[in-house]
């Protein structure tokens, strides 16, 4: 319960909205249409996906177990959240009498972290596996790489499930948000409200900068390879700068995407004077930023898939015609191979 008396439930604090507004804002076949966008985005990534694995090797298939973990994040991503905002629209944004308990609302607020950190921490999973394939080739076992790859996309999926669970267990809350379609965690100046906040931000934009720096290194290491003094002998295969193509791309997405959403969460929960008010209420000009930068974030459920179906070797081949004369029997140490055979 909020606290000055208020009637509202745990999850429902006083938004600056009215019943006129609702009826104004409610649009369930815009938000449906733009859920099926994604929904769809991602049908078609996982089909290409299918296709792929298909005689791969081991290195790729450990990339491509990885981004399948990650579509069918983002897709159930969408198709869950979507179903909960639509539902919602229907009912006029009227939160109350649909979760009068708040069973709803903190089940969707689980889920939006869940999902909202799962491709940040996916994301820094496949950076280090390309880091370490690009680096260290040898020092992994290549028959346990996909065995290996779906491990850590469960370990992601539990880390994030078990930081989604603490505003249940009572570090932090669940609130419905502007226009009342969603919940999310409380921008509020409690101490759990503030600590779930700063630890939703700070995995976040961890995962962000360790994808950013390992991806720096590893398409360093690949320029040098590229252009060093034997380079003829040492250029690497198209499907390793097929890959690292792609993993940029989901690296710069997921940047644009979800940094300013990050960094709005961090600035809100630790502004003087509280951003929210003792009753729960929040600025209108919060509110509407808030949702603004929530939209911006779940375009990178939609675009990731199309990361992939446009960054393969078939799309880089025509826009760089050369990497199709050069033979794909070429690994990236094979010095290293011809030493270990000597010996």
């Known amino acids: 319960m909020w606290p000055n008396g208020s009637s509202l439930g745990p999850c429902l604090r006083p938004t600056n909205i009215t019943l006129e507004e609702r009826r104004l804002i409610a649009s369930?076949?815009?938000?449906?249409?733009?859920?099926?966008?994604?929904?769809?985005?991602?049908?078609?990534?996982?089909?290409?996906?299918?296709?792929?694995?298909?005689?791969?090797?081991?290195?790729?298939?450990?990339?491509?177990?990885?981004?399948?973990?990650?579509?069918?994040?983002?897709?159930?991503?969408?198709?869950?959240?979507?179903?909960?905002?639509?539902?919602?629209?229907?009912?006029?944004?009227?939160?109350?009498?649909?979760d009068p308990g708040c069973n709803l609302c903190h089940f969707m607020g689980v889920i939006m972290v869940f999902f909202g950190l799962c491709p940040l921490l996916l994301g820094a999973a496949m950076a280090s596996e390309r880091y370490l394939g690009i680096t260290r080739p040898f020092s992994r076992p290549a028959a346990a790489s996909q065995r290996r790859a779906w491990t850590t996309v469960g370990l992601v999926w539990a880390a994030a499930l078990a930081l989604g669970l603490l505003p249940l267990l009572g570090v932090g809350r669940y609130t419905v948000q502007y226009p009342g379609s969603w919940c999310f965690l409380t921008l509020g100046a409690e101490p759990g409200d503030v600590a779930f906040g700063l630890l939703f931000t700070l995995l976040g934009s961890l995962s962000v900068g360790l994808s950013f720096l390992l991806n720096t290194i590893s398409v360093a290491t690949l320029c040098h390879v590229y252009h060093g003094q034997e380079a003829a002998q040492q250029r690497p295969r198209d499907c390793e700068v097929e890959m690292m193509a792609q993993?940029?791309?989901i690296m710069v997405v997921a940047s644009i995407c979800?940094?300013?959403?990050?960094?709005?969460?961090?600035?809100?929960?630790?502004?003087?004077?509280?951003?929210?008010?003792?009753?729960?209420?929040?600025?209108?000009?919060?509110?509407?930023?808030?949702?603004?930068?929530?939209?911006?974030?779940?375009?990178?459920?939609?675009?990731?898939?199309?990361?992939?179906?446009?960054?393969?070797?078939?799309?880089?081949?025509?826009?760089?015609?050369?990497?199709?004369?050069r033979s794909r029997s070429l690994s990236l140490q094979p010095q290293l191979t011809r030493r270990s055979t000597m010996q």
């Open 258 to 325: 979800w940094m300013p959403l990050l960094v709005f969460i961090a600035q809100t929960v630790l502004r003087s004077p509280p951003a929210m008010s003792p009753t729960g209420q929040l600025s209108r000009a919060t509110e509407q930023q808030l949702l603004i930068y929530l939209r911006v974030a779940t375009w990178n459920q939609i675009l990731d898939p199309w990361v992939y179906i446009l960054f393969r070797r078939a799309v880089i081949r025509r826009l760089h015609p050369r990497l199709s004369t």
């Open 28 to 98: 369930p076949w815009f938000a449906a249409s733009f859920c099926l966008v994604g929904l769809a985005s991602n049908l078609l990534a996982l089909s290409v996906l299918v296709s792929a694995r298909q005689g791969s090797s081991h290195a790729r298939s450990s990339f491509l177990t990885f981004l399948c973990g990650l579509v069918i994040t983002d897709f159930m991503g969408l198709l869950v959240t979507g179903t909960i905002v639509v539902s919602q629209h229907a009912a006029l944004l009227d939160w109350q009498s649909v």
């Open 247 to 249: 993993l940029t791309g």
